[in-house]
């Protein structure tokens, strides 16, 4: 088959089912993205013939003599289009996965259409910004400040990686063609629990093109755990390579290896497994009751610390003396409160390529937010020697906390341990749902009271999450929910008590937010409620009892580290503005607002470590090495900022290595807000000390005091004298040694940050919809040190809450099976979906954090679904508690409430009552159309067509 | 994505060359169905876009959609000026949940052969009156409404191997004045409930046409002047409650809820009150 590929001419013939997109990409245009591989996504947006279209769907036979244009051959070489200018000028991205196929579509547009992007975008779905930056991309706005020496910090710096992105020249970790690969697809589990009794493989075995199958009697039975992280005993080991029990519906029992994909997938077919199907239990509260379904029925062994109720975590602590504290209060209010599993939904799906070079050692390339902990896990699993194995990204494409798990690398060095060659495993996105990770459901129950004046007299939280089959990250998922959300007010009587408990469901994991998004939807709905008992404004409630400088930790009662009440300032200010959409017209529409606030601790709950490394080169610009983890964080911008700030030097005069176990020194990886904090840490304290370095040595050559230089665009500087880097380099003995330094950063205490959302809502009484009319966050994050890229996170994090809060749920039926496992069925927001959102900025300072930074990069989204929540309460005078409220799940809850609803149930009843009245008469009035003869339809005119 | 059960490609120029039909036969059309989900018990597409059956021919009688016609194809539609019922067409085009995108190579008949309940070219179709022609493999045509082609979620009075070959929008249909009713739970979404109402100039007579809510679509005619109260009677009679769909773009008690919200916003607008 011939076409024309970007101006060249191919010539290859494609599989009879095949689709464009992986047609391309076999073809080297590796631009063409999958998000999804069914329409919904448009990552891997192509032009046929001029035309947009989804390169997923289309037919590749039908690409015979037909003109393609991808992202690589959107602009003549070397050239960029305008809209690739554009969008390197607003930064519209963060991760990057989505770009090519928001550009190929950008590209597209007439005038006349950027009139109308919701229509426009609605099939381009972005989860790292909020569209925001993509609107400004697509009006022309440029962001992007230039890069000058000296003033790294503080600037507008893009992405190191931004021109190859827009040019379409970056790799994700699928994005490279090797040779002789074999292909990974599993048999997953049909049932949420029950014990493998036998796999007939011989009809699989005997298909040409398999070349290896492996169940849980062919790997070590060594136990782990998925979830990384750097404190082993955080997750205690409870999976198996391959097991011979299964206790979620989708966990793998069979992994395949195949010439192709569509063998492997054939083989799965044709295996057969008897199972002892075990009874299972999907509510934490049923599992925690006597006689439930046992998980771990080994006891002791399992590491959990009520085996026979389920529960791999119990804690339990008062401050105070929470009854007494209830006893002195005027008001008490108690509510209970239910989150939902949603998902990650980072663009790019979970999947990784292994193989052997020559020397012997395994070369892992993956998507994964922890590279060496990746490493540490295989080695242990293999038994093998961690030098002996690499682990490294290039691109990642998002994460949110999903790629902080070991998914898909073990299967693949398994493949290349057992057969020598190449192997590669990528997850469709229907894997995602059935078997990634995503947020724990908790159920949750707040007990607060306060005096008449507002003062809080007790706080009393009871919270428990379903980790589901397997424990990855579930106990400190829990210890954060449990935490700062409590620890954001003042009050001398605290409780809480947490289960984190199994359950057939699939496991859970670490999820932006960690635990905190979940409690502080309870407490944060809850102190409205109580304000409104107590008659208090809840915004004054808040200034009452929110923490205050001289209590927030790492404060110290200056008010150059604190900021949370400019923040709320802030806040009130916009929402009184009359900024933002009118209600819309009509009385079925009620208007309303609400806040909530939140304290972040700025540094991962546990242990946690990173390395960097910093020299200068010959040619006098900087290398740094750091093993933080780039996937849409903008962590790796931020550690290059931080270096040439420190240094004097452009920011692109610091080249920047991470993510690699070869290249980059240790580190504990990049979550829980570690990419700035500790990993920023580190980086600031090489520069420094490599700063003093060359200063000290220039004072020497010149013969000037050490306490007089400066380093200043490339230069050591002294008052009248001054000498380049590339020169002293020359001059200085062993310069390879004295400009090369390294530092350790540990995980500190960080002053905390403080966060504030406000939303003004409508509500429509009539259909239950729910419209944001405006939308206000401020943070308190320090010295911010790109605008830009915090602005981006901040976005990207109220979007992310819109979604949880408004619409996103996975469904799951009683036999364990997702119900919606395709992002057709379970909706992200697209850019219709997100309103804009004005942002502000308190003015201070963190001694603690590099360059005075708080960290930020997760907890946008902690206060998003509160905040709805009671602007939604105060539109329309219901509390709802149970996430997520999209208009249908609101009728529900209010066609149960018992109010007395104009829009709704009454007038209906009303009505109602009269239609039953209906004469013989008038139903005769009433013909169906169902039953409207066909006859009506002139015949002839249809023969003729 | 890749279809890897698919082992056989036809791409015929005219139906007559598919003489026989099996089990894993299917018709591609936009194929923007086929191809976003694993067709494992699919093994042969047959290309209908040899076919080359002229996308639309306006007629004395009425607008004939080929069922080849290309959703963006009846976008850009230019109808006579006194089609008053024509603008129902680009909005029934923008209640996919698909991105244009997608609807540059998907079909009407291939909509209307996917029978989902948030079907915008039945929802469409049904309420102009419209009138499918059907080809099996042994030559033999039949006629019938679009109202009566679609059986249930998902489900069709097509046998297999038959060939939904047009639809047929009559004059008086294309005539009439209408009002249109849509929910999604999220902006520019799935349809939760989608209803139409038309009315005619000539005897006042509404036709009301329920879709997405419900599995299959539902229809009633209503002399001039009918009430409320009528209306609701009339739901109430024809939709069983469990005839309201259960998926995550909406709950069957909300559906139902918007069914006659809507219901009544139609009646109320198509009779020249105030709603
Ligand atoms: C992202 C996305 C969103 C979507 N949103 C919606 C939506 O909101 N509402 C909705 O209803 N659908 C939706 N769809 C489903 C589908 O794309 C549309 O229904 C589309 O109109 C199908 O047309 P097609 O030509 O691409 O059909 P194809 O995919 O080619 O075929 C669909 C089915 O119909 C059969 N078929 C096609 N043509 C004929 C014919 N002439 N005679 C007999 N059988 C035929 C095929 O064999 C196949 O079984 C969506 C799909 C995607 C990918
Ligand atoms: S990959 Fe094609 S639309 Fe998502
Ligand atoms: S930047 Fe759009 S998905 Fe990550």
Same mark, same amino acid.
């Given at each position: 088959?011939?076409?024309?590929?970007?101006?060249?001419?191919?010539?290859?013939?494609?599989?009879?089912?095949?689709?464009?997109?992986?047609?391309?990409?076999?073809?080297?245009?590796?631009?063409?993205?999958?998000?999804?591989?069914?329409?919904?996504?448009?990552?891997?947006?192509?032009?046929?013939?001029?035309?947009?279209?989804?390169?997923?769907?289309?037919?590749?036979?039908?690409?015979?003599?037909?003109?393609?244009?991808?992202?690589?051959?959107?602009?003549?070489?070397?050239?960029?289009?305008?809209?690739?200018?554009?969008?390197?000028?607003?930064?519209?991205?963060?991760?990057?996965?989505?770009?090519?196929?928001?550009?190929?579509?950008?590209?597209?547009?007439?005038?006349?259409?950027?009139?109308?992007?919701?229509?426009?975008?609605?099939?381009?779905?972005?989860?790292?910004?909020?569209?925001?930056?993509? +609107?400004?991309?697509?009006?022309?706005?440029?962001?992007?400040?230039?890069?000058?020496?000296?003033?790294?910090?503080?600037?507008?710096?893009?992405?190191?990686?931004?021109?190859?992105?827009?040019?379409?020249? #970056?790799?994700?970790?699928?994005?490279?063609?090797?040779?002789?690969?074999?292909?990974?697809?599993?048999?997953?589990?049909?049932?949420?629990?029950?014990?493998?009794?036998?796999?007939?493989?011989?009809?699989?075995?005997?298909?040409?093109?398999?070349?290896? !199958?492996?169940?849980?009697?062919?790997?070590?039975?060594?136990?782990?755990?998925?979830?990384?992280?750097?404190?082993?005993?955080?997750?205690?080991?409870?999976?198996?390579?391959?097991?011979?029990?299964?206790?979620?519906?989708?966990?793998?029992?069979?992994?395949?290896?195949?010439?192709?994909?569509?063998?492997?997938?054939?083989?799965?077919?044709?295996?057969?497994?008897?199972?002892?199907?075990?009874?299972?239990?999907?509510?934490?509260?049923?599992?925690?009751?006597?006689?439930?379904?046992?998980?771990?029925?080994?006891?002791?062994?399992?590491?959990?610390?009520?085996?026979?109720?389920?529960?791999?975590?119990?804690?339990?602590?008062?401050?105070?003396?929470?009854?007494?504290?209830?006893?002195?209060?005027?008001?008490?209010?108690?509510?209970?409160?239910?989150?939902?599993?949603?998902?990650?939904?980072?663009?790019?799906?979970?999947?990784?390529?292994?193989?052997?070079?020559?020397?012997?050692?395994?070369?892992?390339?993956?998507?994964?937010?922890?590279?060496?902990?990746?490493?540490?896990?295989?080695?242990?699993?293999?038994?093998?020697?961690?030098?002996?194995?690499?682990?490294?990204?290039?691109?990642?494409?998002?994460?949110?906390?999903?790629?902080?798990?070991?998914?898909?690398?073990?299967?693949?060095?398994?493949?290349?341990?057992?057969?020598?060659?190449?192997?590669?495993?990528?997850?469709?996105?229907?894997?995602?749902?059935?078997?990634?990770?995503?947020?724990?459901?908790?159920?949750?129950?707040?007990?607060?009271?306060?005096?008449?004046?507002?003062?809080?007299?007790?706080?009393? =939280?009871?919270?428990?999450?379903?980790?589901?089959?397997?424990?990855?990250?579930?106990?400190?998922?829990?210890?954060?929910?449990?935490?700062?959300?409590?620890?954001?007010?003042?009050?001398?009587?605290?409780?809480?008590?947490?289960?984190?408990?199994?359950?057939?469901?699939?496991?859970?994991?670490?999820?932006?937010?960690?635990?905190?998004?979940?409690?502080?939807?309870?407490?944060?709905?809850?102190?409205?409620? =109580?304000? +409104?008992?107590?008659?208090?404004?809840?915004?004054?409630?808040?200034?009452?009892?929110?923490?205050?400088?001289?209590?927030?930790?790492?404060?110290?009662?200056?008010?150059?580290?604190?900021?949370?009440?400019?923040?709320?300032?802030?806040?009130?200010?916009?929402?009184?503005?009359?900024?933002?959409?009118?209600?819309?017209?009509?009385?079925?529409?009620?208007?309303?607002?609400?806040?909530?606030?939140?304290?972040?601790?700025?540094?991962?709950?546990?242990?946690?470590?990173?390395?960097?490394?910093?020299?200068?080169?010959?040619?006098?610009?900087?290398?740094?090495?750091?093993?933080?983890?780039?996937?849409?964080?903008?962590?790796?911008?931020?550690?290059?900022?931080?270096?040439?700030?420190?240094?004097?030097?452009?920011?692109?005069?610091?080249?920047?290595?991470?993510?690699?176990?070869?290249?980059?020194?240790?580190?504990?990886?990049?979550?829980?807000?570690?990419?700035?904090?500790?990993?920023?840490?580190?980086?600031?304290?090489?520069?420094?000390?490599?700063?003093?370095?060359?200063?000290?040595?220039?004072?020497?050559?010149?013969?000037?005091?050490?306490?007089?230089?400066?380093?200043?665009?490339? $230069?050591?500087?002294?008052?009248?004298?001054?000498?380049?880097?590339?020169?002293?380099?020359?001059?200085?003995?062993?310069?390879?040694?004295?400009?090369?330094?390294?530092?350790?950063?540990?995980?500190?205490?960080?002053?905390?940050?403080?966060?504030?959302?406000?939303?003004?809502?409508?509500?429509?009484?009539?259909?239950?919809?729910?419209?944001?009319?405006?939308?206000?966050?401020?943070?308190?994050?320090?010295?911010?040190?790109?605008?830009?890229?915090?602005?981006?996170? !901040?976005?990207?994090?109220?979007? $992310?809450?819109?979604?949880?809060?408004?619409?996103?749920?996975?469904?799951?039926?009683?036999?364990?099976?997702?119900?919606?496992?395709?992002?057709?069925?379970?909706?992200?927001?697209?850019?219709?979906?997100?309103?804009?959102?004005?942002?502000?900025?308190?003015?201070?300072?963190?001694?603690?954090?590099?360059?005075?930074?708080?960290?930020?990069?997760?907890?946008?989204?902690?206060?998003?679904?509160?905040?709805?929540?009671?602007?939604?309460?105060?539109?329309?005078?219901?509390?709802?508690?149970?996430?997520?409220?999209?208009?249908?799940?609101?009728?529900?809850?209010?066609?149960?409430? #018992?109010?007395?609803?104009?829009?709704?149930?009454?007038?209906?009843?009303?009505?109602?009552?009269?239609?039953?009245?209906?004469?013989?008469?008038?139903?005769?009035?009433?013909?169906?159309?169902?039953?409207?003869?066909? +006859?009506?339809?002139?015949?002839?005119?249809?023969?003729?067509? | 994505?890749?279809?890897?059960?698919?082992?056989?490609?036809?791409?015929?120029?005219?139906?007559?060359?598919?003489?026989?039909?099996?089990?894993?036969?299917?018709?591609?059309?936009?194929?923007?169905?086929?191809?976003?989900?694993?067709?494992?018990?699919?093994?042969?597409?047959?290309?209908?876009?040899?076919?080359?059956?002229?996308?639309?021919?306006?007629?004395?009688?009425?607008?004939?959609?080929?069922?080849?016609?290309?959703?963006?194809?009846?976008?850009?539609?230019?109808?006579?000026?006194?089609?008053?019922?024509?603008?129902?067409?680009?909005?029934?085009?923008?209640?996919?949940?698909?991105?244009?995108?997608?609807?540059?190579?998907?079909?009407?008949?291939?909509?209307?052969?996917?029978?989902?309940?948030?079907?915008?070219?039945?929802?469409?179709?049904?309420?102009?009156?419209?009138?499918?022609?059907?080809?099996?493999?042994?030559?033999?045509?039949?006629?019938?409404?679009?109202?009566?082609?679609?059986?249930?979620?998902?489900?069709?009075?097509?046998?297999?191997?038959?060939?939904?070959?047009?639809?047929?929008?009559?004059?008086?249909?294309?005539?009439?004045?209408?009002?249109?009713?849509?929910?999604?739970?999220?902006?520019?979404?799935?349809?939760?409930?989608?209803?139409?109402?038309?009315?005619?100039?000539?005897?006042?007579?509404?036709?009301?046409?329920?879709?997405?809510?419900?599995?299959?679509?539902?229809?009633?005619?209503?002399?001039?002047?009918?009430?409320?109260?009528?209306?609701?009677?009339?739901?109430?009679?024809?939709?069983?409650?469990?005839?309201?769909?259960?998926?995550?773009?909406?709950?069957?008690?909300?559906?139902?809820?918007?069914?006659?919200?809507?219901?009544?916003?139609?009646?109320?607008?198509?009779?020249?009150?105030?709603?």
């Amino acid at each position: 088959m011939k076409l024309r590929v970007n101006g060249q001419e191919f010539d290859r013939e494609p599989a009879p089912g095949q689709c464009l997109r992986t047609y391309l990409r076999d073809l080297g245009w590796f631009a063409v993205r999958k998000g999804c591989d069914a329409g919904d996504c448009g990552a891997c947006t192509v032009w046929f013939d001029g035309r947009p279209v989804h390169s997923c769907l289309v037919p590749a036979f039908r690409a015979e003599n037909r003109e393609v244009t991808t992202l690589e051959g959107l602009a003549p070489d070397g050239q960029l289009h305008p809209m690739q200018e554009s969008f390197l000028q607003a930064q519209a991205f963060q991760c990057g996965f989505c770009t090519s196929g928001m550009i190929m579509t950008c590209a597209s547009l007439g005038e006349e259409d950027k009139q109308d992007l919701p229509f426009r975008l609605k099939g381009n779905l972005c989860r790292c910004t909020g569209y925001r930056a993509i +609107e400004d991309a697509v009006r022309g706005r440029a962001v992007v400040d230039e890069d000058v020496a000296g003033r790294a910090c503080g600037s507008n710096i893009g992405s190191t990686f931004a021109t190859g992105l827009v040019r379409g020249r #970056e790799h994700y970790t699928m994005d490279c063609a090797i040779d002789n690969l074999l292909h990974v697809k599993v048999v997953r589990s049909p049932h949420a629990h029950a014990k493998v009794l036998r796999i007939r493989q011989d009809a699989a075995k005997a298909l040409p093109g398999v070349r290896l !199958i492996v169940t849980w009697e062919d790997v070590p039975r060594k136990p782990f755990t998925t979830a990384t992280h750097d404190e082993y005993h955080c997750n205690p080991d409870d999976t198996y390579l391959l097991d011979n029990v299964v206790r979620f519906r989708g966990q793998r029992v069979v992994a395949v290896y195949a010439d192709s994909e569509a063998i492997a997938e054939e083989a799965c077919r044709l295996i057969e497994i008897d199972y002892e199907v075990l009874p299972a239990v999907f509510d934490p509260e049923e599992a925690m009751q006597p006689g439930a379904p046992q998980l771990f029925p080994e006891g002791a062994a399992a590491r959990i610390d009520d085996p026979a109720r389920n529960i791999f975590k119990h804690t339990e602590s008062e401050i105070g003396d929470v009854a007494r504290g209830f006893e002195e209060a005027d008001e008490v209010y108690e509510g209970e409160y239910f989150t939902q599993r949603v998902q990650h939904v980072h663009l790019e799906t979970h999947g990784s390529i292994a193989w052997k070079s020559d020397d012997g050692r395994i070369h892992v390339r993956t998507d994964t937010q922890t590279p060496h902990l990746i490493q540490e896990k295989l080695a242990y699993l293999f038994s093998l020697d961690p030098k002996s194995l690499h682990v490294f990204s290039e691109r990642v494409g998002g994460g949110f906390g999903a790629k902080q798990e070991m998914l898909t690398e073990d299967l693949c060095v398994l493949g290349v341990l057992k057969t020598g060659r190449p192997t590669k495993w990528e997850w469709t996105r229907g894997e995602e749902f059935i078997a990634g990770p995503g947020r724990h459901p908790y159920q949750m129950r707040v007990k607060l009271g306060a005096r008449r004046d507002g003062t809080l007299t007790a706080i009393e =939280l009871r919270a428990v999450s379903n980790t589901g089959a397997y424990r990855n990250h579930g106990g400190e998922v829990l210890a954060a929910a449990l935490r700062s959300p409590v620890e954001t007010y003042r009050c001398p009587n605290k409780k809480g008590a947490g289960y984190a408990v199994h359950t057939n469901a699939i496991p859970a994991g670490a999820f932006r937010g960690f635990g905190r998004t979940q409690t502080t939807f309870a407490i944060e709905s809850a102190i409205d409620e =109580l304000a +409104e008992k107590l008659g208090i404004d809840p915004i004054e409630m808040r200034r009452i009892n929110m923490l205050r400088e001289d209590r927030a930790p790492g404060a110290e009662g200056s008010t150059k580290i604190y900021g949370a009440d400019q923040c709320v300032d802030f806040v009130e200010q916009a929402l009184n503005s009359g900024r933002g959409e009118p209600k819309p017209a009509g009385d079925m529409w009620r208007e309303g607002r609400g806040i909530a606030i939140h304290f972040h601790e700025s540094s991962p709950p546990s242990q946690h470590r990173s390395q960097a490394d910093l020299f200068l080169g010959p040619n006098g610009t900087f290398h740094l090495a750091n093993g933080l983890a780039e996937f849409g964080n903008g962590s790796m911008n931020a550690i290059r900022q931080i270096a040439a700030q420190v240094l004097g030097v452009r920011a692109a005069d610091v080249e920047t290595v991470v993510a690699d176990t070869d290249r980059t020194p240790y580190d504990a990886g990049t979550f829980a807000c570690a990419g700035t904090s500790v990993s920023g840490k580190a980086v600031e304290l090489a520069a420094r000390a490599l700063k003093d370095r060359l200063i000290a040595a220039a004072a020497r050559r010149l013969g000037c005091p050490v306490a007089d230089g400066k380093l200043i665009d490339g $230069h050591v500087v002294f008052a009248g004298q001054s000498i380049g880097f590339a020169e002293l380099y020359r001059q200085t003995p062993q310069a390879d040694q004295e400009f090369h330094v390294t530092r350790l950063a540990v995980a500190t205490p960080n002053s905390p940050a403080f966060l504030v959302q406000g939303f003004r809502v409508a509500v429509n009484t009539d259909t239950c919809e729910i419209r944001i009319l405006q939308s206000v966050h401020a943070v308190d994050a320090g010295t911010v040190l790109n605008p830009m890229q915090l602005a981006g996170q !901040i976005e990207g994090g109220i979007a $992310h809450g819109i979604g949880t809060t408004l619409f996103e749920r996975v469904v799951i039926d009683e036999e364990g099976e997702v119900l919606n496992a395709t992002l057709r069925n379970y909706r992200i927001p697209a850019f219709a979906d997100i309103p804009r959102s004005e942002i502000y900025y308190a003015d201070t300072r963190d001694p603690a954090g590099p360059m005075g930074a708080k960290a930020m990069g997760e907890a946008p989204i902690i206060p998003i679904s509160a905040a709805l929540g009671n602007a939604v309460k105060d539109a329309i005078g219901v509390r709802l508690s149970s996430l997520p409220f999209s208009a249908d799940r609101v009728y529900e809850a209010l066609y149960d409430s #018992e109010l007395d609803w104009p829009g709704l149930n009454k007038r209906w009843t009303a009505e109602l009552d009269q239609a039953e009245q209906l004469t013989e008469l008038q139903r005769d009035n009433v013909r169906h159309a169902d039953e409207a003869p066909s +006859e009506d339809v002139p015949n002839e005119a249809l023969e003729k067509s | 994505m890749d279809l890897h059960t698919i082992t056989t490609v036809r791409r015929p120029r005219c139906p007559e060359e598919v003489e026989t039909w099996a089990d894993g036969h299917a018709w591609l059309a936009g194929g923007t169905w086929l191809f976003s989900e694993p067709q494992v018990h699919t093994d042969t597409l047959i290309d209908l876009e040899g076919f080359g059956w002229q996308p639309l021919q306006v007629t004395p009688e009425g607008l004939k959609i080929a069922a080849t016609c290309r959703v963006v194809q009846l976008d850009q539609f230019q109808a006579p000026p006194e089609w008053s019922a024509a603008p129902l067409i680009p909005i029934c085009c923008r209640s996919f949940l698909a991105s244009y995108k997608i609807w540059n190579e998907a079909t009407v008949g291939g909509n209307l052969a996917m029978s989902l309940p948030a079907g915008p070219m039945i929802a469409l179709t049904a309420a102009l009156e419209g009138t499918c022609t059907l080809w099996s493999r042994d030559g033999a045509k039949r006629h019938v409404p679009v109202a009566q082609f679609v059986t249930g979620d998902n489900q069709n009075i097509l046998q297999p191997g038959e060939l939904l070959r047009s639809v047929f929008l009559p004059q008086a249909a294309l005539e009439k004045t209408f009002a249109f009713r849509r929910f999604t739970l999220t902006h520019q979404g799935r349809s939760e409930a989608l209803l139409i109402g038309t009315r005619d100039p000539g005897d006042g007579e509404i036709l009301l046409t329920v879709t997405a809510a419900t599995l299959r679509p539902y229809q009633f005619r209503f002399a001039a002047g009918v009430t409320s109260a009528q209306v609701r009677g009339a739901l109430d009679a024809a939709i069983a409650d469990d005839m309201y769909l259960d998926d995550t773009h909406g709950s069957p008690r909300h559906r139902k809820h918007l069914t006659y919200l809507f219901a009544e916003q139609i009646r109320a607008e198509l009779s020249g009150e105030h709603s």
